[in-house]
């Protein structure tokens, strides 16, 4: 038996009109966004007689200098650009050397300003890379230290280095002046336990500085009990303490602490006892009495005689008022 053959019309009446309907709509939009599709693609695609064209100025762009054509928008843009300062080029090559006309005597580059350097065909970003070491002491000892510079190259040294002239110090006393060393005057001495801070700058190396922390470390001690103590003094260099050592006389007495009296500031304060060790010198004296010489000292066991030594001489030992000898 042969199957009969199927028509579409049949489908209809399987479907209800909305089904048909929303079938029909979709259609429709298919068909539309095939269209649309189609005819956006040949709109928007070059011919290719237009690549052509395109790739071949690509190539002609290509063959142009590229600071030619930097140089070009910027002159059309109004915008004028000047050289990175403080870097050099990232290649010899794209900075062109200007041509310099000084013609006059070579330069000597610690002393000449930025107008003459320019002059000799130093780049401007060389001259402040250079005027920013100078500034802060740099010096060039020979021609060839030039390459030192930051953004120094072969070009600029081959431009400039004819009109440089570095000041040698066997034959050019403004390159080097030697430094003569401060003397003691005859017949000048001072008391180092009454020196006032004015006295002390009368010493050579030393001035308002040096002098204050003298004075400052002498109050702190309580006085000096010997000279060599005045070389402790905080930054004093020892050169300058053995210039100064002859002139140096002791002759008041320096001040000692109560250390059965005084209080925990008292004897913390001194630069040889630290604030923990002042407190375990007072909370002994506090538990065992009075103390009546180094040995009484000594039994606190975690201090050396070595270091009791060092500040033994600045303490008294006076009896306190409730001590049971009065």
């Known amino acids: 038996m042969k199957p009969k053959n199927f028509d579409m019309r049949h489908l209809s009446f399987l479907l209800t009109r ?3 309907r929303g079938i029909a709509v979709l259609s429709a939009v298919m068909v539309v966004s095939l269209a649309f599709g189609f005819n956006v ?8 007689e237009t690549l052509v064209v395109a790739e071949a100025s ?9 600071k030619s054509t930097r140089d070009t ?4 843009n109004n915008t004028p650009k000047e050289p990175k300062q403080d870097s050099p080029s990232t290649s010899s090559d794209s900075w062109h050397m200007p041509s310099a006309t000084y013609d006059g005597p070579p330069l000597d580059p610690h002393t000449a300003d930025s107008t003459e350097l320019a002059a000799i065909g130093m780049p401007a970003y060389v001259i402040r890379n250079w005027l920013n070491y100078r500034s802060k002491g740099g010096r060039l000892y020979k021609k060839e230290d030039l390459n030192k510079i930051y953004g120094m190259d072969d070009n600029i040294y081959k431009n400039i280095v004819h009109h440089i002239k570095i000041p040698q110090k066997d034959n050019d006393s403004s390159f080097y002046k030697p430094i003569t060393k401060p003397t003691l005057p005859e017949g000048i001495s001072l008391d180092i336990n009454t020196a006032s801070e004015a006295e002390w700058e009368f010493l050579p190396g030393i001035g308002p500085g040096y002098a204050s922390r003298i004075v400052k470390y002498r109050e702190q001690l309580g006085g000096f009990m010997s000279v060599d103590q005045v070389g402790e003094t905080w930054g004093l260099p020892d050169s300058t303490f053995l210039l100064i050592k002859p002139a140096l006389e002791l002759k008041t007495p320096h001040r000692k602490i109560a250390i059965n009296t005084c209080a925990i500031e008292a004897l913390a304060q001194h630069p040889y006892i630290d604030w923990k060790r002042a407190k375990l010198i007072i909370r002994y004296r506090e538990q065992h009495g009075d103390y009546y010489d180094k040995a009484d000292i000594l039994r606190i066991q975690i201090f050396t005689e070595e270091w009791v030594d060092q500040w033994i001489d600045y303490v ?9 000898d009065l």
Do not use: V, Y
């Open 73 to 76: 928008i910027d002159k059309d």
């Open 316 to 324: 008294s030992f006076e009896p306190s008022m409730d001590s049971d």
């Open 41 to 48: 693609h040949h709109i928007l695609a070059p011919d290719r």
């Open 18 to 20: 909305r089904e048909r």
């Open 58 to 66: 690509i190539d002609i762009e290509g063959t142009f200098d590229h």
